[in-house]
Nanobody, 121 residues
Framework: QVQLVESGGGLVQAGESLRLSCVAS????????MGWYRQAPGKQRELVAE???????NYADSVKGRFHISRDNAKNTVYLQMNSLKPEDTADYYC???????????????WGQGTQVTVSS
């Protein structure tokens, strides 16, 4: 199995920065991608940023230019540097690890417990 542990959330003022970290442990082979999702109260969970095993990166339009995702493969860790935070970035942030397994290949999602980010105006 895969365990994901997030850290780095907190309460900040608008314009400030936070850095989220997610450490993966357990069975971490066949990783397709790692990334971050968020869920605000009353809203659906949405993709924030993801980075594939090949290094390609995808950002939500709402965070482009402000957030930066990176990955340390040796440490099985993915980071999300969040700059110029806005009140609308307030949400629970979840680490995601996606594995590609089996024949035919199928994607499997694993989730962390979430870390809360609150941005005050």
């Amino acid at each position: 199995q895969v365990q994901l542990v997030e850290s780095g959330g907190g309460l900040v003022q608008a314009g400030e920065s936070l850095r989220l970290s997610c450490v993966a442990s357990g069975t971490t082979s066949s990783i397709h991608s790692m990334g971050w999702y968020r869920q605000a109260p009353g809203k659906q969970r949405e993709l924030v940023a993801e980075i594939s095993s090949a290094g390609s990166i995808n950002y939500a339009d709402s965070v482009k230019g402000r957030f930066h995702i990176s990955r340390d493969n040796a440490k099985n860790t993915v980071y999300l540097q969040m700059n110029s935070l806005k009140p609308e970035d307030t949400a629970d942030y979840y680490c995601n690890l996606r594995r590609l397994l089996g024949l035919p290949a199928k994607l499997y999602d694993y989730w962390g417990q979430g870390t809360q980010v609150t941005v005050s105006s």
